[in-house]
């Protein structure tokens, strides 16, 4: 998927049209809120005050006109929340897509607070104000008629001095989107350096450094802080100066309107006066909020685009041949200048197995990664001539991944897996014998501290072996095991239909030759292949 900006054709596009036409009708029947007050007192002048009837009539059509705009209004927020409700949907669908195919070198936590921390800000300062925007239009519109039908002249100089408050907004779009990306890069450093003083708590503590990095966390809240003042206080001079632009807009028409009055000009009364000063005033208004809400939504033009993404889920053509090979030609590989893999090759043919050992830290690790398209490398690696796709392989490593549930949830993945396969995987690695026949049902905690290290390792491993791939690429998968269950998992391995590459410091060598397992060692950035 390319780039997405979120802009009002994007929300067009996530809102269903009926709700677009019922949202647009509400709106506009509210928008009559904002004139009734002026019609009701412009109109007060023209009751007969001894006629009760006409009194009670009055009062009856004032009520009843009260009721059906408040009633409207209610349903517009109603609606609103809705929307506002499917468009924070597909908003943290994108982010979170993006986050997840874009965000390799990025912490989990720092991900999900980039999520919830733009969502939310996108949610008020854009959602909300577009949607409130367009009732405001609508209530400018409304002002506007009853400005115009009361006295066309007087009216219409009303609206072309109203029209003079937009001026302040476009003067600071520029100025306030400037301040809020220098915010957004401070508050950026200032999470860093939490982030690092905890991670580094104890090294803190045992170099006796604390003072200074808390003097350095002080400057950076300090400049943090003050860049978020700067930004409020650029939205505050905007709005004092669309303040002093409503003030002349909302008094010199007065003036205006007595003058034509003393002369006799354009049939101006003091009811035309009143009934404009207070629709008038709502138009004023209402630009005024236009003008804010326009300032806040530029406030977000650099946090609504979502990085594109792709997911590579489609397995290769070689998925399909008979006999697959997997090839890696040249690949090199580096990091902060110091070479890790330095063009290395390797052929290994269908179910050809092998173990890579070395010294730890020597790159056994990242030679998995790069054939699991984890890393950027140089060279070539391919699966049957074709480029290898994710849904080739299966990678377990020894960091287990498991979440909060069952273990039918932890080994399906919330795919449709019968629990006999499970089950009779399961028992291949010893976990029914450990955990028992309803193991699938058992809960794992948040971190699985209900678990062992071993027993993870072996789920793992399930969650593996029930999906029957043409690659296993497996990361010191029995570290945590004793010699005998060391020793039975790597039976099962050996007899896997499938090529595996396994990175391992404890082996079983007699066990390894017995199954025609062939041992290489990386050193200086090459494979080199033990006798």
């Not at 929307?83 to 195919?101: D, G, P, R, T, W």
């Not at 999520?115 to 854009?126: L, M, R, S």
């Not at 919330?414 to 009779?424: P, W, Y």
């Not at 239909?497 to 079983?508: D, G, L, Q, R, S």
Request: with cysteine.
């Amino acid at each position: 998927m390319k780039s997405q900006r979120i802009n009002f054709r994007w929300i067009l596009k996530h809102i269903p049209v009926y709700l677009q036409l019922i949202f647009l009708v509400l709106s506009a029947i509210s928008a009559f809120e904002g004139v009734l007050n002026a019609v009701l007192f412009g109109q007060l002048t023209n009751v007969n005050y001894s006629n009760v009837d006409h009194i009670y009539q009055f009062i009856g059509l004032a009520f009843a006109a009260y009721l059906i705009v408040y009633t409207s209004m209610l349903l517009f927020y109603l609606v609103q929340n809705k929307i506002v409700m499917l468009l924070n949907v597909a908003l943290k669908e994108e982010y979170f897509s993006s986050k997840f195919a874009n965000s390799k070198k990025t912490s989990s936590s720092d991900a999900i607070n980039s999520i919830v921390g733009t969502a939310k800000e996108i949610e008020q300062k854009y959602f909300y104000g577009i949607t409130d925007v367009i009732q405001f239009i609508f209530n400018v519109v409304a002002s506007a008629v009853v400005v115009v039908e009361t006295n066309i002249v007087l009216g219409i100089i009303y609206l072309i001095l109203s029209a003079l408050t937009l001026i302040p907004s476009y003067i600071g779009k520029k100025r306030m989107a400037n301040k809020t990306e220098l915010w957004n890069h401070s508050n950026s450093q200032l999470v860093q350096v939490m982030k690092d003083i905890f991670e580094g708590r104890l090294e803190i503590i045992n170099f006796g450094v604390r003072h200074l990095f808390f003097k350095h966390f002080d400057h950076v809240l300090f400049e943090e802080e003050d860049k978020y003042r700067q930004m409020n206080n650029c939205q505050f001079y905007v709005q004092f100066i669309a303040w002093l632009i409503s003030l002349v807009t909302l008094l010199l028409p007065i003036f205006i309107g007595l003058v034509f009055m003393q002369k006799g000009l354009f049939n101006v009364t003091v009811a035309a006066i009143i009934t404009l000063s207070l629709s008038a005033d709502r138009v004023v208004g209402y630009l005024r909020t236009i003008a804010l809400y326009q300032t806040q939504m530029h406030s977000t033009d650099t946090i609504r685009e979502v990085n594109g993404y792709h997911f590579d889920e489609k397995a290769s053509e070689s998925a399909a041949t008979n006999h697959p090979v997997l090839q890696i030609k040249n690949l090199s590989f580096a990091y902060n200048n110091k070479k890790i893999l330095d063009k290395l090759n390797l052929t290994l043919h269908d179910q050809e197995k092998i173990i890579i050992t070395g010294a730890s830290g020597i790159g056994k690790s990242t030679l998995l990664n790069c054939v699991a398209n984890n890393l950027k490398y140089d060279g070539q690696i391919t699966f049957n001539d074709q480029p290898i796709a994710s849904n080739d392989f299966i990678k377990i490593s020894q960091k287990v991944w498991l979440f909060q549930g069952t273990v039918r949830e932890n080994l399906n993945l919330l795919q449709n897996i019968s629990d006999e396969k499970m089950l009779k995987e399961a028992e291949k690695v010893g976990l029914v014998k450990e955990l028992g026949n309803n193991l699938l049902d058992k809960k794992i905690s948040s971190d699985a501290s209900n678990l062992s290290g071993g027993q993870a390792q072996r789920l793992a491993l399930v969650r593996g072996l029930i999906r029957s791939k043409k690659i296993y690429l497996l990361d010191e998968v029995c570290s945590n095991l004793d010699q005998k269950n060391s020793d039975a998992i790597h039976q099962i391995i050996y007899q896997l239909p499938a090529t595996v590459i396994e990175i391992a410091h404890n082996y079983n060598p007699e066990l390894a030759r017995e199954n025609n397992v062939q041992v290489y060692k990386l050193v200086n950035g090459k494979l080199e292949k033990e006798a």
